[in-house]
């Protein structure tokens, strides 16, 4: 297989990377011009990585040492050293580039500038002090994707609060299942928002949630559709003092900077806490040396606050990036929504997801010639596997020049394991390399190293963004149990992996999901890839479910594309793509059509409760409702299983 895209030597000579490791070699005295060899370096010296990533963005002095303890669970960076994530978004203030774009449906852009979101951050701050916040508390927002949610996120932080929010697609009770733990002291939020040419008002929503949170003293309302919220202060009047002062407060390396949520789908979402020092670090590393933005980018990745990539793409600031925010649909009022948005502000870098991509497969767009993505020099993919067919396929109508971003990782480390590299060749349905710092091997179920051949991903050294804890897990065995029951000391994280002779990645999707036929492991994310580029079928899932005789069941169920007919030729046409693409031990024991594909509030198939549904249990156990987006589809499911 050949590479789709190839760095240049001017690409790697000028790649902030490159620079990064000019500064290794100066400080280690050794030379580590290849990627592979820095990656090497970077997980056998974790100290000295770590330490010259934060000497290298100039984070400030380090009171002692850079790691105490490197045990899993339980390491200790940079004890005694203090900091603020405000402190780095500060220091890059400007007044040649705006610091948010805000676009939205109608098409208009909205610049704020760096001036204009830090007075506003700091009247903020100074208001939520007024209101009793103080270090530790918790703000959380209910709220789009707009510049006035990050806004919200600074002045928490800069007071040492903690933030935690979700979008307003969420229903009252699953805001609640969330943000409820977390006993907040101020509720931030707008009236509504606009999606897909239609204007939702959530003030009754608000009202609910706000009688749900016994410890609220206020709510400061933003006003997005020029409604009244009752029992709330103005946004405006909220950031009115300009005459206050930002000046963070110095807090612990690992004090909380935010909390983000698990999808919840079997009891309450997880808390994930994670600490300011630890975010800085992985994500300048993974947004400035892995991605190669820098302060002349405008950075725009599709996403909501409910999503860890609303927090990853907020790091642009830290590197003096512009940032986009869009609240509106990827895809009004046209399948190509977003790669028009993409050329109106200019992105460099873009950030959408494999479905939105096969969804401008089959809607026939062809982005580079409707609209102008000359300034385009990347493409973020993240949320699932992206199929070797959609990485050429925009190899072909974004731009060959284009480099194809497919990441991998997680809300537990609100960054990623494995991604595209400045200086390394992008091969199509592969992922490039581990990211540095990241100490990723897969391990078969015996916890040998394995390669060439599916295993289990692991991380066998711990990251400064690894959770602090999980919120009221006081004993941190929730946090033990979810990531390091199955091999002790080693973080396993629930994907199925290959890696390959050349150091590449390929994701085969969710190991407790795993297809298990005959012996054989076999991730989904290779059916889906196989049947979800047929035209007549909008979206798969595929189940494999152990039946009490010891038999083994194995359905697909699929959605249509409008007029599409699920008849014995389009059933042919899938089995035979399966067999031909992926093998034929994948060919599913039914093919079944179903009225839609049940997913997590952020996106992602349910797989595991509906084959725990397969296998007997009650809807109500599996899953819980409100962290489903459409929870009608489980009484379908339910209906449909073996025995009913």
């Known amino acids: 297989m050949q590479p789709q895209w190839v760095p240049t030597e001017q690409g790697i000579a000028e790649a902030k990377l490159t620079d990064f490791a000019k500064f290794v070699a100066a400080r280690t005295g050794t030379t580590t011009s290849d990627y ?13 990585f770590w330490g010259a990533v934060w000497d290298y963005f100039e984070l400030g002095p380090i009171a002692g040492e850079v790691l105490a303890n490197a045990e899993m669970p339980g390491a200790q960076w940079f004890p005694g050293t203090t900091l603020n994530y405000v402190d780095q978004v500060l220091r890059q203030a400007r007044t040649d580039r705006p610091a948010i774009l805000q676009a939205r449906e109608d098409g208009t852009v909205a610049e704020v500038s760096w001036s204009e979101l830090l007075g506003r951050t700091a009247a903020l701050a100074h208001t939520l002090r007024s209101l009793g916040v103080e270090s530790g508390d918790r703000v959380i927002g209910y709220l789009p994707n707009i510049p006035e949610t990050i806004v919200a996120f600074l002045a928490t932080a800069s007071l040492g609060a903690v933030w935690s929010a979700c979008g307003q697609d969420y229903s009252p009770k699953a805001a609640l299942d969330r943000l409820g733990q977390l006993e907040p002291k101020v509720l931030i939020t707008a009236d509504g928002y606009r999606f897909n ?26 006003s997005q559709l020029g409604l009244e919220v009752p029992n709330s202060t103005g946004w405006a009047e909220a950031t009115a003092d300009q005459d206050a002062e930002l000046v963070p407060e110095q807090v612990a390396f690992d004090h909380p900077l935010w909390i983000v949520f698990s999808s919840g789908t079997t009891g309450l979402p997880k808390g994930i806490v994670h600490g300011h020092g630890g975010v800085v670090l992985e994500h300048l590393k993974a947004l400035v040396l892995q991605t190669d933005i820098g302060r002349e980018d405008t950075f725009l990745w599709y996403t909501s606050p409910s999503w860890m990539m609303w927090n990853f793409q907020i790091a642009g600031l830290l590197a ?3 940032i986009v925010t869009y609240d509106g649909s990827p895809a009004y009022p046209a399948p190509d929504a977003l790669w028009r948005i993409a050329a109106q502000v200019g992105a460099t870098v873009l950030g959408t997801s494999p479905g939105y991509v096969l969804g401008c497969i089959k809607a026939g767009a062809v982005p580079r010639t409707e609209h102008d993505l000359s300034r385009l020099r990347t493409v973020g993919i993240t949320g699932a596997t992206l199929p070797t067919s959609s990485a050429l396929w925009l190899g072909a109508n974004i731009g060959e ?34 990211l540095l710092g990241v100490a990723l091997d897969a391990f078969d179920e015996k916890g040998a190293s394995v390669r060439g051949e599916v295993g289990e991903l692991v991380i066998t050294e711990p990251m400064p963004s690894m959770p602090v804890r999980f919120w009221r897990d006081e004993d941190g065995k929730r946090y033990h149990d979810a990531y390091f029951d199955d091999f002790p000391g080693v973080w396993r994280h629930g994907d199925w992996i290959t890696i390959t002779e050349r150091g590449s990645i390929v994701v085969h999707g969710r190991s407790d999901s795993t297809l298990n036929r005959h012996g054989i492991r076999m991730g989904s994310a290779d059916i889906y890839q196989a049947v979800e580029q047929l035209p007549e079928i909008a979206e798969a899932l595929v189940i494999g479910a152990e039946q009490p005789d010891g038999g083994y069941w194995m359905p697909l169920f699929v959605t249509l594309a409008p007029g599409a007919e699920l008849t014995e030729e389009l059933k042919a ?11 034929p031990r994948h060919v599913p024991d039914e093919i079944i059509l179903a009225p839609g594909i049940p997913h997590t509030r952020t996106g992602k198939k349910l797989e595991v409760p509906i084959k725990k549904l397969f296998q007997g249990a009650e809807a109500a156990r599996v899953v819980e409702r409100s962290a489903v987006d459409d929870p009608e589809l489980l009484d379908w499911y339910a209906a449909v299983r073996p025995g009913r």
Do not use: Y
């Open 36 to 48: 592979r060899e820095l990656w090497q370096w970077s997980v056998r010296d974790l100290a000295g």
């Open 320 to 322: 003096g990036t512009t």
């Open 197 to 222: 040419g239609k204007q939702h008002d959530k003030r009754a929503d608000i009202a609910a949630l706000a009688d749900g949170l016994p410890a609220l003293v206020a709510t400061i309302a933003i």
């Open 401 to 434: 020049h284009v480099q194809i971003n497919s990441i991998s990782g997680g809300t537990d480390v609100v960054s990623a394991f494995i991604g595209a590299v400045p200086t390394v060749p992008v091969w199509p349905g592969e992922l490039s390399a581990p």
């Open 573 to 583: 046409r899938i089995v035979g793509a399966i067999r031909t693409e992926v093998s």
